[in-house]
């Protein structure tokens, strides 16, 4: 009987395997092959890149030319047009990565189930041997094979032991396939984010060259006059109105870097720095969320695009407190992939985008400061300083290195070179912002 019965088990187990590696070479092949084919598009993109942003140092400390300044525009497309290219590919290589974890954690399902099965008609003859050991006690015909059944039993007993063993092993490499799911999954997220920045980098150099052009008529005379009047470009740098979505509240750019040195004065980051941090997170506050929204549909709802077991009761909290209707309050959207599925969760909150769980690590902060009896993350002086607070302990120390390491970490928690865009962009947004604020002098 236990014979048959592990004859049986190796049967499942060696279908599994077999039909596993019948179908896995073929398929680890071609995806070796397309993941191969990914990685060398992406290397000769990225040369590519380089060679741009070489030409684009070039122009930049080239003469203030109408020619050269529309030649750094051009170049500067061209180098967003190469890296929204190249964010594409590593999408795909990620979504790969991911039809492969999903495959692995499918086969571990499979298995798991099997084993189960197995471990049940063990107890099922464990039971049945356990029956007849009794039958043999208490008749005299059956004694003769007590010992038999009792040695059977213990052999059953044994490969029970090892089955379990064997449905753990497979359980925690499940549980690490799907870890690796989730990292691959935020992955994606993240790099749909930097996607989304690039294309709007894009369309707003593409905006920026056509309003040149049409300011000049094509002119350099009437460039050059644009830039000698110093004074109207100042008043047009201090007058860019940043309205917080959804709140009806205004602020100028001036006063946004008056807030900034007041928060720079109290946590020691570069005014110009902050102000970058939040153009990238949602444009000094223009775009705080397009979920959650009046109006908005069930499916855009805090209870569908928050993620449940982090960020649902501290929104609650919070909104609570500071006496905003929960189910009215603006919040970000979940980044959606090429077929329109959300990927990762959204409910990232106001000017400076903290999610509800890292907010209310620092709403005692931003309230010590601010010596008000609340703090809150829509409130343009109250996200300024917790974006301050967090910048600095994530190492913003005045230089391009350390706030560039600051920037990435907050938005992704580490200094991950795949979202090494993100950092960049701040940076070069941080020396466009120094020179704003020197303008405005």
């Known amino acids: ?138 008749t005299a015909r059956g004694f003769s094979n007590f010992f038999n059944q009792f040695h059977e ?28 799911l989730e990292s691959q999954k935020t992955e994606v997220a993240g790099l749909l984010q930097i996607k989304s920045i690039q294309q709007q980098n894009l369309s707003s150099s593409l905006g920026e060259q056509k309003g040149l052009l049409t300011e000049t008529k094509g002119l350099e005379s009437n460039y050059q006059l644009i830039l000698a009047d110093s004074k109207k470009r100042a008043a047009e740098i201090r007058n860019r109105i940043y309205e917080l979505f959804g709140t009806g509240k205004q602020i100028t750019f001036g006063q946004a870097v008056e807030t900034a040195k007041f928060i720079a004065g109290l946590t020691k980051i570069r005014p110009a720095f902050l102000l970058a941090i939040l153009t990238q997170e ?50 970000s959207c979940p980044m959606r992939d090429k077929n329109g599925k959300q990927v990762g969760w959204g409910g990232a909150m106001g000017p400076a985008q903290f999610i509800p769980s890292t907010w209310i690590g620092y709403r005692a902060k931003v309230i010590s400061l601010t010596g008000k009896g609340s703090a809150d993350p829509w409130d343009i002086r109250d996200s300024f300083i917790a974006a301050a607070i967090k910048l600095v302990a994530d190492g913003a120390d005045g230089t391009d290195t350390g706030d560039w390491k600051a920037a990435m970490r907050y938005f992704s928690g580490s200094t991950n070179t795949r979202f090494r865009f993100y950092g960049d962009n ?15 002098k």
């Open 282 to 331: 949602s444009n000094l506050g223009k775009n705080v969320g397009t979920c959650n929204r009046v109006g908005d549909p069930p499916e855009k709802g805090w209870r569908v695009i928050m993620k449940p077991n982090r960020d649902q009761v501290p929104f609650q909290s919070i909104t609570k407190e500071l006496n905003f209707d929960t189910d009215k309050t603006p919040v």
């Open 426 to 440: 701040v940076i070069n947004t941080t020396n466009q912002y120094l020179q704003d604020i020197a303008d405005l």
């Open 153 to 180: 039993y213990t052999s059953l007993s044994v490969a029970l032991d090892n089955l379990r063993v064997s449905t753990e092993a497979v359980r925690m490499k499940n549980e690490e396939a799907k870890k690796q």
């Open 1 to 138: 009987m236990l014979e048959s019965n592990l004859k049986r088990f190796g049967l499942i187990l060696s279908t599994i395997l077999m039909a596993f590696f019948l179908t896995t070479p073929i398929f680890v092949f071609a995806q070796t092959d397309m993941q191969s084919d990914l990685e060398q598009q992406l290397k000769d993109i990225q040369i590519q890149i380089d060679t741009y942003t070489k030409e684009l140092d070039q122009t930049v400390v080239q003469k203030k030319t109408l020619i050269n300044k529309i030649k750094q525009l051009q170049t500067k497309q061209k180098a967003l047009a190469l890296q929204i290219k190249q964010t594409t590919l590593e999408l795909s290589a990620v979504e790969i990565k991911i039809g492969e974890t999903q495959k692995k954690i499918k086969a571990n399902l499979l298995m798991e189930d099997e084993l189960h099965l197995e471990i049940s008609d063990t107890f099922r003859k464990m039971n049945e041997i356990d029956n007849n050991i009794i039958v043999a006690l208490i």
